[in-house]
Every structure is written in C-alpha cells, then in structure tokens.
C-alpha cells in the first residue's frame, strides 16, 4: 500500500469519526491530511493495521453524552476525535 493510500484510509477514518461528533466531514478530512505528511511510512502503517482500516466494521460506534475517549499522547487527538 503506498504512503497516499495510507493518508486516504486514514484521513477518511478520521473524518468518518469527527461526522460524529458533528465536524464537517470535508474539514476534518483535508486537515487529517496534512496531519500525515508529517508522519513517516511505518507510523502511518501501524496505525493502518491497528485500526484494522483493511477489514473496516461498517457498524458506527456513537458515545453517549458522558463517555470520552482517552489517548496516549496529544498528538492522538484532534478536534475532539482521538485515534490510538
């Protein structure tokens, strides 16, 4: 899978999660964009392979109005959409 492959699964993950939460799905794609250009090929796979982006469920998890998702660093989270 090359580099622009992987920053289209990913960012469409992205946006897909901040629809959510009410984030325009255009905006929060374009800006997860850039977010990848920073990172290198092996970070961007392993979160690929973590997120299973492969073999996606298609069932849309919401949280309710007290549950939060919690990251392991800051740059996990954006916008208030967190990927692990």
């Known amino acids: 899978m090359t580099r622009v492959e992987l920053c289209e699964a990913l960012a469409i993950d ?3 999660r901040a629809k ?3 984030i325009k799905f255009d905006d929060a794609y374009n800006k997860y964009l850039k977010r990848c250009e920073i990172r290198s090929y092996e970070n961007l796979l392993q979160q690929f392979t973590v997120g299973n982006l492969a ?3 298609k069932k849309q998890v919401k949280l309710n109005q007290h549950e939060y998702i919690i990251s392991v660093s800051d740059d996990d989270c ?3 959409v967190c990927k692990l």
């Open 20 to 22: 959510i939460l009410s």
């Open 14 to 16: 992205y946006a897909t």
């Open 55 to 57: 073999n996606p469920i």
């Open 78 to 80: 954006e916008d208030g």
